[in-house]
């Protein structure tokens, strides 16, 4: 009985754990942006007639390397998340 109990509170954190993360992912990214990202350029970057990111790819380097010139520890979905972000705001290549 106690196990069953024990078991299905387990199983119940995991559930929470798992909405937990997607939420996180949906709201982190225009807040990280927006915290960490606004300093040195704005929005402007992503559209100049010149920029300098040519695909999803470079996109994701370009993020990736930003972040850490900033000494950020981003984790991976961080990055994914704001890379989609830019990607769906002002770069929009095709996946
Ligand atoms: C310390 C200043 C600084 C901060 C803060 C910064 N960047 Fe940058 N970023 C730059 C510079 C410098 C460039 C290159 C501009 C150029 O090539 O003229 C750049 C370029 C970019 C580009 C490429 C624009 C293009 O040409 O297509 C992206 C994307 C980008 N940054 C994303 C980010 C993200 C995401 C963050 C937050 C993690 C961030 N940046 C924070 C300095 C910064």
């Not at 390397?65 to 002002?90: P, S």
Request: glycine letters at 4%.
């Amino acid at each position: 009985m106690i196990q069953r109990a024990l078991f299905s509170l387990a199983a119940a954190s995991l559930i929470t754990a798992a909405v937990t993360t997607q939420a996180n992912e949906a709201v982190d990214a225009p807040v990280l942006l927006e915290q960490n990202c606004t300093s040195c350029h704005g929005s402007e970057v992503y559209t100049r007639e010149d920029r300098r990111v040519n695909s999803l790819d470079a996109l994701h380097g370009q993020v990736r390397m930003c972040e850490q010139n900033l000494g950020l520890t981003w984790f991976d979905d961080q990055v994914e998340g704001v890379t989609a972000l830019l990607n769906r705001e002002y770069y929009k290549f095709k996946p």
